[in-house]
């Protein structure tokens, strides 16, 4: 549809006088026009007149204002019930008590047998789990890598990003020298306070093309009162083999973005705010329960209760406030009451309301952070499987982040020990490579409302060729289907053996 103007009383004028000039300034009030045909663009509409936000890049939209996110999403952390809800319902449910390697070799690219595969993917297994499952692969000897993990999503939820650095350090605890080093946001950061320019910004340092070239880090962290230090470490992100020298874990949302943003950038106000209520409307409530009775007398004498310690009035009196105490008063005094109206009927339907804002802008339902069921089974299965979505995609995220880098340099380490045979992995084909290094990670399930009903949708996908063993068990118990299945037939042969029924079905199916 063409855009029509209106000419004015003025545009007449000129166009009687000078068509040329006419032409030009309705042409030029045309183009204005359509500069304006979106509302959201508009400069005239009163709701939009003083919405003028800057059109900078992700880094100066970012990093001046990073330390304050940084500080103030740590301390919601700490001290808002919210905040922290959000942060361990990610945690529990994309790591849980960590993510479990199964290997998951490429045998058609590798020319291995089924059985040949099975053999080198449970020694790969055995090899990762000694790693792993040790404290030592922690540069601290803390935290083992399931450990790792969920501090490492943590970090990232609080801070903004996380920096993993992967050493070598020999030891007689472990037959593997990697040791994983964690290094908090804060502490890359341009050297010598350095101002940040086109290639050095927030401690990253880029060439022309923004591939990070070096990570400059502050060897303490700037917050330790009790060791200030002005030693910068710069770091490679890659080894001269190739494999991975220092990781960066955040969520990149826009081009050229170099550090990332805390989780709960978005909501901060919202929940300092709603945190600020709270504490108000439980004050409120809580004055309210010191409910004191006054008594006054027409002879100023009273009644003789014994108000305790705790104060003392004009002429000496002691009395004190709280919990039912009785006290008396003089002839001319008087005594008169606010009502508080607490606690606060709305108070709950206002909380759960902000609640479920907050939890859309960090995508958890309401029932899943406020862990408040009360909707019907439809509605709180659909409220499980929105957030489940959003927990995979983290969890992928994850794995892609930390647990694949480490795996690789692992792995490259074990194949060198020859504590791993992999014919071909060191020759240098990428295929080859990547093909020795297949995996899936294992972790938490989603659980179940109805488990019944689970079971057997899980059973129609079967019945159907859907899904596999495998896929529903990792879906339905995050377990590993292969590990469970020699345990079951233990079971069924010792059930069977000492004389105790079974299904019919499970029968017939053990003996096929």
């Not at 009196?317 to 001319?332: C, R």
Request: overall charge neutral; aromatic content about 8%; glycine content about 8%.
């Amino acid at each position: 549809m063409r855009l029509h103007i209106e000419k004015t009383r003025i545009d007449r004028a000129i166009e009687s006088i000078a068509p040329g000039w006419a032409a030009k300034r309705y042409q030029k009030r045309y183009v204005m026009a359509m500069a304006e045909s979106y509302a959201a663009g508009s400069r005239k509409r009163s709701s939009m007149a003083g919405w003028n936000p800057l059109g900078n890049d992700a880094d100066t939209d970012i990093l001046p204002d990073l330390p304050a996110m940084r500080n103030r999403s740590r301390d919601l952390n700490r001290n808002s019930p919210i905040a922290r809800a959000i942060t361990n319902t990610k945690v529990t449910n994309v790591v849980g008590y960590g993510l479990t390697l199964k290997s998951q070799l490429d045998r058609k690219i590798l020319g291995l047998s089924q059985e040949e595969a099975d053999e080198a993917e449970s020694r790969i297994e055995a090899e990762w789990r000694l790693f792993s499952e040790s404290k030592y692969c922690d540069i601290t000897g803390t935290l083992n890598f399931r450990g790792l993990q969920g501090l490492t999503l943590r970090s990232v939820l609080e801070n903004g990003d996380l920096f993993t650095l992967l050493i070598h350090q020999n030891s007689n605890r472990s037959p593997y020298s990697l040791r994983i080093q964690h290094i908090e946001a804060d502490r890359v950061c341009n050297e010598k306070s350095a101002a940040d320019s086109p290639k050095l910004a927030g401690g990253i340092l880029t060439n022309e093309h923004g591939e990070v070239f070096e990570y400059q880090v502050l060897a303490g962290h700037p917050g330790n009162i009790f060791a200030k230090t002005n030693e910068w470490r710069k770091i490679k992100p890659y080894r001269e083999n190739g494999l991975p020298n220092m990781l960066h874990h955040f969520n990149k949302l826009r081009v050229g973005q170099r550090r990332g943003v805390p989780d709960l950038a978005p909501v901060i106000e919202a929940i300092k705010q709603l945190t600020r209520y709270t504490e108000a409307e439980l004050m409120a409530a809580v004055v309210q329960s010191f409910f004191t009775i006054f008594v006054k007398t027409a002879d100023g004498e009273g009644l003789g209760f014994d108000t305790g310690a705790g104060g003392s009035s004009s002429d000496g009196d002691d009395y004190k406030m709280g919990y039912g105490n009785m006290i008396d008063l003089n002839p001319d005094e008087e005594v008169s009451f606010a009502d508080p109206n607490r606690p606060n009927k709305q108070f709950d339907g206002f909380v759960n309301s902000l609640a479920g804002m907050i939890g859309a802008a960090v995508e958890i339902p309401r029932e899943i952070l406020l862990k408040h069921f009360t909707s019907s089974y439809s509605a709180s299965r659909a409220a499980l499987l929105e957030a489940w979505r959003f927990f995979i995609n983290q969890r992928k995220w994850l794995i892609d982040s930390i647990c694949l880098p480490v795996y690789e340099v692992f792995f490259y380490e074990a194949v060198s020990l020859g504590r791993i045979y992999a014919p071909g992995y060191l020759t240098g084909d990428p295929l080859i490579k990547r093909a020795w290094l297949g995996a899936d990670w294992i972790g938490p399930s989603r659980g179940m409302i109805d488990e019944l009903k689970e079971a057997e949708a899980a059973e129609r996908r079967l019945e159907l060729g859907l899904t596999t063993l495998a896929e529903e068990t990792a879906a339905l118990t995050g377990g590993d289907w292969e590990k469970k299945h020699p345990q079951r037939v233990k079971e069924v042969k010792k059930r069977l053996a000492d004389g105790l029924e079974l299904p019919l079905d499970q029968v017939q199916e053990f003996r096929r």
